[in-house]
């Protein structure tokens, strides 16, 4: 067996909306360090909800309670500073949402921006370049750097969202059907570009598109009514999956 | 058939009926105040009562204009606005931020109390705390007014826009480690700025007009002034001086014609501008 490097750990996870009814529960798994996970299942059983507790993104609604443990690093996550969490672990949104009123250029660097960092011109223009050329959009933008971003296509936007990511060198990228509302040239492009993205970042994606995850991923979560049905290599879980429930939804019976 | 018939008839008669007065107002301001529009008008400040009385004793038309009013107006609303504006930007932005906070819901019910309140009242109000200390009518005291006026429809149009933004916006901002306050100044104000704007124009135009809040504040004054600390004149105040003066009432119509173009001017533009940020 080959050693693997956990970088993340759900630990009896829990997340509820509301007193009566958990939307995530008791989910127990490791993450391996730069591999793409993805996270499947029927729309509603809790994906985007797992998701956000990894960065806290529940902490901003004081009604939503998350129990458990989800370990960074070892590092309990759920009790450490949400601005300290978010800054480390990036996200990426199903829509894709560049600031509005920011140039292409001020949105890669608006993490800098928003964390109160300032950099040199230089640092500026390295970092700009170096995240739109690791999103392959670098080619296309670089004499437009100061129109807004929101006259770039629906795949450009969405990659222009994940430079603004990765700018801020996140140790995890979160992804919520980042290409759900995408053509799928666009779709193919940024399959592309996270298989390349993988090495510097691990990526946890939840897809509904089963051929994303078999293309993308190495490892995939098959969650049902807020549980994790069924966890392990992708590969594995296409070809021989062990829950009932996985089954079905994978060879289009439910969802 | 012959219902709907009827009913389309019958709206277009009420439409009639409610735009027939206002057609009816611009056209009397405009007929009357047309000829008083000059140079001068705008340049020179309200005649004294011996040039008046000489005027019309010749027979020559009044002379002098509102420049005093045109100063004292701008003066008072410059500095009511630069005032208004980051304290109602802070408490709006508040207001959508908290909107289940307990104190938030009383700030709310007080907005709506400010904007309720007749502004005499106001004008009183803001006698007793800035005449009184200051021991005199300024320019201070009645941008005062004109300011706690503009408050409450700043507040509400900084919250309604930032409601209306997107979430995603706010979360998008937040997930890359910002901390509210400078999400909200340099993602969500940036992109409420349209509708923020508006609502600037809007409370601006609102005001501009008002007579009552300047009445124990700014008092009035029959020459051109810059000075902040004195009493000052307002082109509301000087429409309400030659109203009770006989020998200057043509000159009503000349400023009411000046401040209904100013008020319709403001409300396109805000509109215009509206749209173009909605786009
Ligand atoms: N803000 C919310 N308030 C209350 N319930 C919610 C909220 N968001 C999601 N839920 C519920 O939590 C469950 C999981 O939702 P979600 O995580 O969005 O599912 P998925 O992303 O897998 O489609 C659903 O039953 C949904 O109705
Ligand atoms: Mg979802």
């Given at each position: 067996?080959?050693?693997?490097?956990?970088?993340?750990?759900?630990?009896?996870?829990?997340?509820?909306?509301?007193?009566?009814?958990?939307?995530?529960?008791?989910?127990?798994?490791?993450?391996?360090?730069?591999?793409?996970?993805?996270?499947?299942?029927?729309?509603?059983?809790?994906?985007?909800?797992?998701?956000?507790?990894?960065?806290?993104?529940?902490?901003?609604?004081?009604?939503?309670?998350?129990?458990?443990?989800?370990?960074?690093?070892?590092?309990?996550?759920?009790?450490?500073?949400?601005?300290?969490?978010?800054?480390?672990?990036?996200?990426?949104?199903?829509?894709?949402?560049?600031?509005?009123?920011?140039?292409?250029?001020?949105?890669?660097?608006?993490?800098?921006?928003?964390?109160?960092?300032?950099?040199?011109?230089?640092?500026?223009?390295?970092?700009?370049?170096?995240?739109?050329?690791?999103?392959?959009?670098?080619?296309?933008?670089?004499?437009?750097?100061?129109?807004?971003?929101?006259?770039?296509?629906?795949?450009?936007?969405?990659?222009?969202?994940?430079?603004?990511?990765?700018?801020?060198?996140?140790?995890?990228?979160?992804?919520?059907?980042?290409?759900?509302?995408?053509?799928?040239?666009?779709?193919?492009?940024?399959?592309?570009?996270?298989?390349?993205?993988?090495?510097?970042?691990?990526?946890?994606?939840?897809?509904?598109?089963?051929?994303?995850?078999?293309?993308?991923?190495?490892?995939?979560?098959?969650?049902?009514?807020?549980?994790?049905v069924e966890y392990g290599d992708t590969a594995t879980m296409f070809s021989n999956p062990t829950d009932e429930r996985t089954k079905e939804y994978l060879t289009g019976k439910v969802g | 058939m012959v219902k709907d018939k009827l009913m389309l008839w019958s709206i277009c008669l009420l439409a009639t009926l409610t735009v027939v007065p206002l057609l009816a107002i611009l056209g009397e301001v405009l007929l009357r105040g047309y000829d008083q529009l000059s140079w001068t008008f705008f340049t020179e400040p309200t005649p004294t009562a011996y040039k008046t009385m000489e005027a019309i004793k010749t027979g020559e038309p009044i002379p002098g204009g509102i420049a005093n009013g045109i100063v004292g107006t701008m003066i008072m609303l410059g500095m009511a606005t630069v005032v208004a504006i980051p304290l109602g930007i802070l408490c709006g932005a508040f207001l959508a931020e908290n909107n289940k906070n307990s104190f938030a819901q009383f700030v709310s019910y007080l907005t709506d109390l400010l904007q309720g309140t007749p502004s005499v009242i106001i004008s009183i109000i803001t006698y007793i705390w800035v005449v009184v200390p200051m021991k005199g009518y300024s320019a201070i005291a009645g941008s005062a007014a004109l300011c706690i006026m503009m408050l409450p429809l700043i507040i509400r149009s900084t919250e309604e826009t930032l409601k209306i933004l997107p979430a995603s916006l706010k979360e998008a901002g937040l997930a890359l480690g910002g901390n509210k306050a400078r999400v909200m100044l340099k993602v969500q104000l940036p992109a409420a700025f349209g509708g923020i704007f508006t609502g600037v124009l809007l409370a601006i135009s609102r005001v501009i007009g008002e007579t009552a809040p300047l009445m124990f504040t700014a008092l009035g004054c029959s020459f051109i002034r810059f000075a902040v600390d004195k009493p000052i004149s307002a082109v509301p105040l000087l429409i309400w001086e030659f109203f009770n003066d006989p020998n200057l009432q043509e000159l009503i119509w000349g400023a009411s014609l000046f401040l209904l173009l100013f008020v319709l001017t403001l409300n396109l533009s805000s509109k215009y501008l509206a749209k173009k940020w909605n786009q």
């Open positions: 067996m080959e050693s693997i490097t956990p970088i993340l750990e759900f630990k009896k996870t829990c997340v509820s909306y509301t007193k009566q009814t958990m939307a995530v529960k008791y989910v127990s798994a490791t993450i391996e360090k730069n591999t793409i996970t993805a996270i499947m299942g029927p729309s509603g059983c809790g994906k985007s909800t797992l998701l956000r507790a990894v960065n806290l993104m529940h902490n901003l609604y004081p009604n939503i309670r998350v129990d458990g443990e989800i370990l960074l690093n070892g590092e309990n996550i759920l009790s450490m500073e949400p601005i300290d969490v978010r800054r480390r672990i990036g996200m990426v949104f199903q829509r894709p949402a560049p600031f509005p009123t920011m140039s292409i250029f001020d949105n890669v660097l608006s993490g800098y921006a928003l964390n109160g960092i300032r950099l040199s011109k230089e640092e500026k223009m390295q970092t700009v370049e170096r995240c739109l050329k690791s999103v392959a959009l670098w080619n296309e933008v670089k004499d437009v750097l100061n129109k807004k971003g929101t006259f770039l296509s629906g795949g450009q936007q969405q990659r222009l969202c994940i430079a603004r990511a990765l700018a801020m060198k996140p140790d995890i990228l979160l992804m919520d059907e980042p290409t759900s509302a995408l053509d799928p040239i666009a779709t193919k492009h940024i399959e592309e570009l996270l298989l390349e993205l993988q090495k510097e970042v691990t990526i946890l994606i939840v897809t509904h598109n089963m051929g994303q995850a078999k293309r993308i991923s190495s490892k995939s979560m098959f969650m049902y009514l807020g549980e994790l | -």
